[in-house]
């Protein structure tokens, strides 16, 4: 497989990246390299394995029912971009 | 050696030197080489020495309620992957380039248990991506063998700093071969542990199911002692193991006699330079020699490794890194006009093109109609590659080969081709798909005086008999204790 601009330009926006042509050229001739390390893959049978997606078999633990965190708000927002009255401050979202 | 983690706990318990003064002979080395080196993007002496006159307190019997233990005072370094509270923690970011922790990681937490001063945050690859440090947006970091080739990554910071005797000891954390690799780069010594040993609360997450941290110091011997500090169980990570806690220095004088080591036939085929297979074939003789018998093994589908692998870690990276949006902390762009913009300019302005390409794979491999194809595919492929490990395990009782193919290649050799980089974790990568531990030793050098390392990989939780093996090894050889040629490197410094 190879990615046109186009699929470059798709994915750059899926991941919320700006890419601008220039750019999008050399990630497409970067990115169709390194699908051509990762198409090796696909010449291997793997019909009938089991997915692993996790180096440990666990499952999760519960615990008990019960605040165990203490408030760190000023802590947390002193390190924010931009906050008033203890709320992070965006762009408005909804016209 | 004189300047081992070991012989400075025995000076501080002896009350031959005090936490202050060894922290005051590492800032001032860190202060002279770092700005050559480039292994630190911290330091704060103020807090270093802060912690040091509490750990001589501590010692001393001061009225501070715990008592000390012995590695109490001893200097380490943290890469600045881990969350260290009041300290810039930056991850090799733009992104994070303004970010002053408001906690502690869970490794940092135990290490100011343990009284043991951090002498500063080490450099590292952007996000832990990259195998040369040369993704870092503070620069690269040298190799004090040799300044003009990279120290490995992405714990290449770590690896210099130890090295370079800044620091007796150092964290650093392994992805696909980030420890063990720099390790082999600079000649010292690196474990990886077994997936879940140590807990990855507030370490900056790359591909989760694959981080794991662990120590990084000259011998096998100090990193038992740092690991013993490291390990533990620890709830807020859910997938922190719980098991009772073990001294991974108890087997480390045992005798090697008829300890089975495996040879993956894979590893010792084309592509492995003549020095570094000739350094590695020499340490299987002293181990022989030591009483070990050799076994060849077969890891037949380990060559699959980097490919399932620049599947895996991307697309845990790219839903990882979706939390960096100029939100809630880090860098923000200056200009934008409405909130997509605002997430556009402020990723792309951010990250540095390895982490973009990466996010851009995992995005790509997790989207509508390509799960399947390449998201399961690689799982299914981690699947074999586990199960070649575990039939190797029924007939062996460790695994040796290279650590890496060459041994530290020049800086900007191989950055113009992402492919060309990533395939210098090949021997390292399969051992993060499976979650078992590995590390790296040094075994000898190239022509160019360049430090070769070799990997031991064990089975899952073999920390204890692996570091065994490591260190008979190191008590037979001196490979561990050649310095690079810096200043004051040789000699009796304590």
């Known amino acids: ?95 | 050696m004189t300047d081992t983690i070991k012989h400075l706990s025995a000076l501080l318990v002896a009350g031959k030197a005090s936490s202050v003064e060894l922290c005051q002979d590492y800032l001032g080395r860190i202060a002279r080489l770092n700005p050559q080196l480039n292994a630190f993007v911290s330091v704060d002496p103020d807090r270093t020495l802060a912690e040091a006159q509490a750990a001589d307190a501590r010692r001393a019997g001061g009225n501070v309620g715990i008592p000390a233990g012995p590695l109490t005072g001893v200097p380490i370094a943290h890469k600045d992957i881990f969350c260290a509270e009041g300290w810039l923690t930056t991850c090799g970011s733009k992104m994070l380039s303004n970010f002053v922790s408001p906690y502690d990681a869970h490794v940092i937490e135990q290490f100011k248990l343990a009284g043991m001063p951090a002498l500063g945050k080490t450099n590292m690859d952007e996000f832990a991506m990259g195998s040369s440090n040369e993704t870092s947006y503070f620069g690269p970091v040298k190799n004090p063998w040799d300044t003009s080739r990279v120290p490995g990554g992405s714990s290449g910071g770590s690896a210099a700093a130890v090295a370079g005797r800044l620091c007796p000891g150092a964290t650093g954390t392994d992805t696909g071969g980030s420890i063990r690799q720099p390790a082999a780069f600079t000649g010292i010594t690196g474990l990886k542990p077994t997936y879940g040993v140590v807990s990855r609360y507030g370490m900056i997450a790359f591909a989760s199911s694959l981080d794991q941290a662990g120590p990084m110091a000259q011998t096998a011997e100090d990193c038992a002692c740092l690991l013993n500090i490291m390990a533990g169980h620890d709830p807020r990570d859910s997938t922190s193991l719980e098991r009772d806690k073990e001294d991974y220095a108890r087997d480390l004088s045992l005798p090697l006699a008829g300890l089975k080591v495996g040879l993956p036939r894979e590893f010792f085929g084309a592509g492995l330079t003549g020095d570094t297979a000739r350094a590695v074939e020499a340490a299987i003789a002293q181990l022989q020699k030591q009483g070990a018998q050799i076994v060849e093994i077969g890891l037949p589908n380990s060559k699959l490794s980097v490919a399932a692998y620049y599947v895996l870690a991307p697309a845990e990276a790219s839903s990882n890194l979706s939390r960096f949006d100029g939100v809630r902390y880090g860098y923000r762009t200056p200009e934008y006009g409405n909130l997509a913009e605002m997430y556009e300019k402020t990723r792309a302005e951010g990250f540095g093109p390895e982490v973009k390409r990466r996010i851009m794979i995992g995005a790509y491999v997790l989207s509508h109609g390509y799960y399947d194809a390449y998201y399961l595919q690689a799982q299914k492929l981690r699947r074999l590659i586990a199960q070649d490990f575990v039939e190797a395990f029924k007939v062996c009782d460790l695994i040796l080969g290279p650590t890496a193919p060459t041994t530290a290649f020049k800086l900007g050799e191989k950055t113009a081709d992402p492919v060309e980089m990533y395939l210098s974790d090949i021997y390292t990568i399969a051992v993060n798909l499976a979650g078992l531990p590995g590390m790296s030793l040094p075994c000898g050098f190239d022509a160019q005086g360049l430090p070769i390392g070799m990997q031991l990989i064990g089975n899952y939780f073999a920390e204890a008999r692996m570091l065994n093996v490591a260190h008979q090894y190191q008590l037979a050889t001196d490979w561990h204790t050649r310095a690079p040629p810096l200043p004051e490197t040789s000699g009796v410094r304590w």
């Not at chain 1, 965190?69 to 947390?76: G, I, L, M, N, T």
């Open chain 1, 1 to 95: 497989m190879s990615l046109s601009l186009q699929d470059v330009q798709r994915i750059a926006h899926l991941a919320r990246i700006r890419v601008d042509e220039a750019e999008a050229a050399a990630y497409q001739t970067q990115l169709n390299g390194i699908f051509g390390l990762i198409e090796e893959m696909q010449a291997v049978d793997t019909c009938g394995v089991l997915p692993m997606s996790h180096a440990q078999d666990l499952s999760q633990r519960l615990r008990a029912d019960v605040v165990s965190e203490s408030d760190h708000r000023a802590a947390f927002q002193a390190v924010a971009p931009q906050v008033e009255n203890g709320l992070y401050l965006v762009p408005k979202v909804i016209e």
